[in-house]
Structures are given as C-alpha cells and as structure tokens.
C-alpha cells in the first residue's frame, strides 16, 4: 500500500497535521498505538495561544475546532496576596479556551469524520524504515495481520517515548537537556476556577489552579521529584492548596487523577533525518509552567504542513530541508519563557530550594511585570506566542 505521508501517532500534533494535510489534498495515513475512545478522553493542556488560533484562522478550521475566546488574566499571588496581570492584546485577536481534549475531539470528527481520513487506531509494532536510497516504509499489526506502507516522507507524532525518534541512528541528534530538581503533582479536581488563573508563589512552595471546562480545574503543586500517589492522598492535596493559596476558604472537591511531571526541558536537534521528521514532544519536552507544550507542538505542525504541502504537491524540497532550521529558534524562545517562568514561580516560593537571595530576587522579577511597562510587554508576547512568527 502506498502514500504520501504516513503520521506516526494521533495526539494533538498528528491529528492537526493529518487535518492540515488533508484540506490541501496530501494523502497521508495517521497510525495510533492506543484506541479511539482513550485518544478522545485524554486531558492536558487548557490554552490554545495567539499564535495557534492565527493558525488555525489561516488553514480555515480556527471556528470548527476551536471555543470561544479567552479572558488573558493571570492572578499571581505571592503568599495569599494577588495581584491581576491582564495580557497586553493591541496586536491581534485573543487565544482561546480550548482543552487539550476538546480540541482533540474536535479535530478527531472533523478529519475522520467530515473529511474521511485515514486513522488507524489500535495498532502495535510500529517499525520505521528511512534508509537512504529507497522510499521510506512504515509497518505496523492490527488484528488483521501485519501491514506495510510506502510512502515519500514520515512524520513522528508520537511523543517521547515512540518509536519515531528512536529510529534514529546514534550520533545523529544532539539531545539539550535541563533537569529543575523538583516536580508537580497535577491533580484535576471537580470545582471550577471561580476568578482569575492562578499561579501562586508560597514559601510552602508553587500551587497553580487553571481552568479546565465548566466544571473542573487543575492544580499544580511543586513536591519532591521522588513524591509518588502514597505520599499525596487527597486530604493532603487539600490542605496544600488551603495553605499555599493562604484561603481556608476552599473546600475539598473530587480528584479525578493525580499525574506526577518531573520538572524538565528537552530539545532534540535536529529534528529530522532522510525523510522521517519529528514533532511536537518527540523532539522536544517543556516544563508545563508556560503552558507552551501543545502551542510548541502546534507550531511545528503549521512549518512541516506548509512544507510538506510544497515538496508532495509542487516536487519543492527547500522548505522541508529547512525544515528543523526554520523551527529550532522558535523552539528555544518557548524554552527560555517556560524556563524563566518555572524558575521565578518556584524561586520566589520555598527559600530552603534555593536560598533567600534568589526568593527575593525573583519576587522583584515578578513586580516588574506590575511595575514595567516594557516587560509587561515581553510577557504579553510570550503569552500569545506571537513573539514567535516575525522571523
Ligand atoms: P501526544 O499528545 O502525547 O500524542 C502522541 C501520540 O502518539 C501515540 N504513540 C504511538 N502511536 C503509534 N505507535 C507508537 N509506537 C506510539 N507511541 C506513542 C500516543 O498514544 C499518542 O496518542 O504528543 P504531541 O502530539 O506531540 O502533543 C504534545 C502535547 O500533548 C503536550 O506537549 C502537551 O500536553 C503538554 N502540556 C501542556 N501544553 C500546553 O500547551 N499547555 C498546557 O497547559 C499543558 N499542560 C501538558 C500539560 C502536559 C502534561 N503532561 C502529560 C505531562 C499538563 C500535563 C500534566
């Protein structure tokens, strides 16, 4: 069987691709290791950012995917005391609210079933051939047997620890790694953010609640990267959340999950080789402190589209060549926001991390996004993403 791109992997980035793709007539097969309903139900990110819903306006899908707009507030509170930063919109339209999973959910109907394209969930085995001088194969098993696909070029969409990035031989890729020393526990609990998001600075240590739907929200507590479910029963996350949000006001709700996400920054580069190109988090991962890693993925997704798009419809390379050049720059500007702000959330908090110098130091980082015009701006910009796109 023969295609023109096969997309390993159905999370946000593959299904955005596929979706890409198939509206400029690219033929491509998307193959996913887990089944529909598990793709649909899965819940990460909150935001889509500036720059994504310019995206999606541009490919024309920005009103069949995403939700409405969103209020650009961030409480940050310092031991119990808020303080409103409203993000700086004078150049665009707003981001939106859009969960990870909506929009998952959202791109899952429009492809497969507005536009009929080919997912394949469900299968195991994935096996990558890229060698130089023959056309790339991808095989995989279903529970009809084994399979094998032809194709001019293979995108991995599979996160970190698929078989895309793995296929590529030693010594190819340079790995860049920063390891913070800590985690977060992420708990989805059943009660709304009833004001603003927060990202709560407390000598006990970081706390976030984000919004995610009507009903839910997701908190974020900094712990020991060792901390695992037995040592966080939900009374504890509870009392956590009172004391480091200094309100005894809040009120023991339902905790749907416990996830525990080691604190850390990765980029592979470059992030392709022959005729396989990575995306999303399979080439690189983000502390989720900037809420960058779907709106990282997102951006690769929209480069690789426009070139792929060229080199299958009109026989031009150039852009694909360019392909991990064009995006890695962009890639380190989101890891350099996620990591000044996981370092000045959690500096600014527990001064038995990192002393009382850099608590004071970086509490003075986040006045000046109160105090400062101008980084009130850079801020802004980071926040929408569209600091990313003048290039
Ligand atoms: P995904 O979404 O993980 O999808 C990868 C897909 O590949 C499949 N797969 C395979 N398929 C076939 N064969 C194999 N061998 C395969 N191996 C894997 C998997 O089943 C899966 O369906 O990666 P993608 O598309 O690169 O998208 C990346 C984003 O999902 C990720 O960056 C974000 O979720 C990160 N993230 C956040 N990003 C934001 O922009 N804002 C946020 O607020 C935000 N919060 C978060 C997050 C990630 C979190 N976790 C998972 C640590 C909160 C959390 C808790």
Same mark, same amino acid.
């Given at each position: 069987e023969e295609t023109a791109v096969v997309i390993v992997g159905a999370g946000v980035s593959g299904l955005t691709l596929a979706t890409f793709l198939r509206t400029s007539g690219v033929a491509c097969v998307v193959l996913e290791r887990i089944d529909r309903a598990h793709v649909e139900v899965r819940q990460r990110a909150g935001v889509v950012d500036a720059r994504a819903v310019r995206m999606f306006e541009q490919w024309g899908l920005a009103d069949k995917l995403l939700a409405g707009p969103l209020a650009q507030t961030i409480d940050y509170r310092v031991n119990g005391v808020g303080r409103i930063f409203e993000t700086i919109e004078d150049d665009g339209s707003p981001g939106r609210f859009c969960t990870q999973q909506m929009l998952v959910n959202n791109l899952v109907r429009e492809l497969i @079933?507005?536009?009929a394209g080919d997912v394949r969930f469900s299968v195991t085995d994935v096996s990558i051939q890229n060698d130089e001088d023959r056309r790339p194969r991808v095989s995989y098993s279903d529970a009809a047997g084994s399979h094998e696909l032809v194709c001019d070029y293979i995108v991995g969409c599979d996160a970190e620890h698929g078989v895309s990035r793995a296929s590529i031989p030693d010594g190819v890729l340079t790995r860049y790694s920063h390891d913070f020393g800590y985690a977060w526990l992420a708990a989805l609990v059943e009660a709304p953010v009833t004001g603003h998001p927060i990202m709560g600075v407390s000598d006990h240590g970081f706390v976030a609640q984000l919004p995610r739907g009507p009903q839910r929200s997701r908190y974020y507590l900094q712990c020991a990267l060792s901390d695992g479910p037995a040592d966080w029963p939900d009374t504890r996350i509870w009392d956590e959340v009172r004391l480091r949000l200094g309100d005894n006001t809040i009120e023991n709700a339902v905790v749907h999950d416990k996830d525990f996400v080691p604190m850390r920054s990765v980029v592979y580069a470059p992030m392709q080789y022959r005729n396989l190109f990575l995306v999303g988090d399979a080439a690189h991962l983000l502390p989720p402190t900037g809420a960058k890693g779907m709106n990282l993925a997102l951006y690769d997704v929209d480069v690789l589209a426009r070139a792929l798009v060229h080199a299958v *419809? @009109?026989? @031009? *390379?150039a852009a694909l060549d360019a392909y991990s050049s064009t995006v890695l720059p962009h890639i380190w500007k989101y890891q350099e926001f996620s990591a000044w702000m996981t370092d000045t959330m959690h500096d600014a908090g527990d001064p038995t991390q990192n002393g009382t110098f850099r608590q004071m130091a970086a509490r003075a980082r986040l006045d000046n996004l109160f105090d400062s015009p101008t980084a009130a701006r850079l801020h802004s910009e980071y926040q929408r993403g569209l600091n990313q796109c003048r290039r």
């Open positions: @079933d507005v536009m *419809r @009109d026989h @031009d *390379r």
